[in-house]
């Protein structure tokens, strides 16, 4: 377990902010699987699988011979897995070799920005694992490019969630987290020798399953918040309030989808 890790899979919160995430990103990831042209039989790695929607999806997608490797450094949630296409194992990719190799796809999401060594370790053994031909599709958040909650910052509410998602972002920041780690992935990609790169950006402005995902993640992190007098008891009790009431136009922070393929 990586002690720099906030958003920690065991805290009974993860459940409700993996369902959120899924809600918000899952169609947007697998259109862009998709445009990689999946097809039965391939064998892939989902990297930081956290739940199983993204493990089970791929299964569904490359059966009945293909295979999908779902690994996390806590297996809690993705363990939970019924098809008989994935196979789930603790794993850390910053740290351990691939486990398997000549893999058609490695997906990793909102995954790589959290791991210390992301470049010199993590990212190096996923392309090792991919077979020639090969692809790689990374999806990590750029704060940097966006980092309010509410960039219509309106009223008293908006500007509170503006102060506590600030709060978020200094956390993350002391604990090596890279606010600006999505706009270098293209770069990182070619660097690392792969070819055909692209990449594009989604952004959700407003859903509610955005309300669920910050109401889970101010709930994880507010004993730290509250520690670095990054945001009182008073505010945190009142902006889980707003979000109760609605209204409030909460955001993320644009996920960058890069795509790369191993050379022939």
């Not at 918000?24 to 930081?48: K, N, S, Y």
Request: proline share 5%; charged share 25%; net charge neutral.
């Amino acid at each position: 377990m990586n002690k720099n890790y906030l958003l920690d899979n065991a805290r009974p919160e993860a459940g409700a902010r993996f369902k959120a995430i899924s809600t918000l990103f899952d169609r947007w990831t697998f259109a862009q699987i998709e445009a990689l042209g999946i097809a039965p039989g391939w064998r892939c790695w989902e990297v930081g699988a956290g739940g199983v929607n993204i493990p089970e999806w791929l299964a569904a997608r490359v059966a009945p011979a293909g295979r999908v490797l779902a690994t996390d450094i806590d297996t809690v949630w993705a363990s939970t897995a019924t098809s008989q296409g994935v196979d789930v194992r603790r794993h850390d990719v910053a740290k351990d070799p691939p486990l398997w190799t000549e893999l058609d796809l490695v997906h990793a999401r909102l995954v790589l920005v959290h791991v210390p060594e992301r470049e010199r370790r993590a990212l190096r053994h996923m392309i090792a694992s991919l077979k020639p031909g090969g692809w790689l599709l990374i999806e990590d958040a750029d704060p940097a490019l966006q980092s309010l909650a509410c960039p219509d910052a309106h009223s008293s509410e908006s500007l509170l969630a503006n102060k506590i998602r600030d709060g978020f972002r200094r956390l993350m920041k002391e604990r090596g987290v890279d606010l600006s780690y999505g706009r270098k992935l293209p770069r990182l990609l070619r660097d690392a020798g792969l070819t055909d790169v692209a990449a594009e950006a989604f952004f959700p402005v407003t859903h509610s399953a955005g309300a669920i995902l910050e109401r889970a993640t101010v709930e994880m992190l507010r004993p730290q918040l509250s520690a670095a007098s990054l945001a009182t008891e008073e505010e945190i009790e009142r902006h889980l309030a707003n979000l109760d009431a609605g209204g409030v136009d909460l955001t993320t922070a644009p996920l960058i989808s890069a795509r790369g393929r191993k050379a022939h």
